[in-house]
């Protein structure tokens, strides 16, 4: 596609329910980026997948967050009992280039998901 | 640790009128540095990127500026326009390796432009 697409664009969850994040990526794209923005912040880094292995998940909050992109296209962030102090937007990013590379830091945004657990 | 400040926190001016935001790192080794701007309900799209050897680097009527000895770079708005209402991102890389935790992001500025 054109772009990141993200959806959905906005989910609203109860406390302890279990919610599922998808980013198609741009096509192509070997790098695959996962952030959490709080609202007034910037993005904070969750994990890195390059094609579909996780190489980096340094950054998810708990064992309660799992990403996954088996086919290394497609990736999807699940959130496992969501508490309040999940909300946020969960921004997906891309890159043409593997680590190392210099195309590896120019990334390309989707819209974001925005969670809002109650 | 790499950090990224950025300064103001937010700031309102009226259109027309031109204005600089800030930020300051901390980031080594220092790669790149890209301003981002993030519309309301959007992701952030790059306006500039900038290297070590780069002082100045114009997107229309942005431009940004590095200093590398200082660790500061600006970018500057001039005519601000109501579209220009944003939240704009400072984020410093530090390597092409190492991870994505190679890149620090600032908190942004909250620019609001008044008619």
């Known amino acids: 596609g054109a772009g990141v697409s993200q959806s959905p664009r906005y989910k609203v969850a109860k406390r302890g329910q279990d919610v599922a994040l998808r980013c198609d990526p741009i096509?192509?794209?070997?790098?695959l980026f996962w952030y959490q923005q709080a609202l007034g912040q910037g993005p904070e880094f969750l994990t890195y997948f390059q094609n579909e292995a996780q190489l980096d998940k340094s950054g998810l909050p708990s064992d309660r967050f799992f990403a996954e992109r088996p086919e290394g296209s497609v990736s999807t962030l699940k959130i496992q009992r969501t508490q309040q102090e999940d909300s946020a937007v969960y921004l997906c990013?891309?890159?043409?280039?593997?680590?190392?590379?210099?195309?590896?830091?120019?990334?390309?945004f989707g819209p974001g998901t925005r969670l809002t657990v109650l | 640790k790499n950090q990224v400040e950025q300064s103001p926190q937010s700031l309102i001016i009226l259109e027309g009128k031109n204005c600089t935001l800030q930020c300051n790192y901390t980031v080594s080794p220092f790669s790149n540095l890209r301003w981002y701007k993030q519309d309301t309900g959007r992701g952030p799209v790059s306006l500039t990127i900038m290297t070590f050897s780069e002082n100045t680097k114009s997107n229309g009527r942005y431009t940004a500026t590095l200093d590398a000895d200082t660790k500061q770079s600006s970018l500057h708005i001039t005519a601000s326009q109501l579209s220009d209402s944003a939240s704009y991102i400072c984020v410093v890389s530090a390597g092409s390796g190492g991870g994505a935790d190679g890149l620090t992001f600032g908190k942004g500025t909250h620019l609001i432009i008044q008619p």
């Open positions: 096509s192509g794209h070997v790098s």
């Open positions: 990013a891309s890159s043409l280039g593997f680590r190392g590379g210099p195309s590896y830091n120019e990334q390309f």
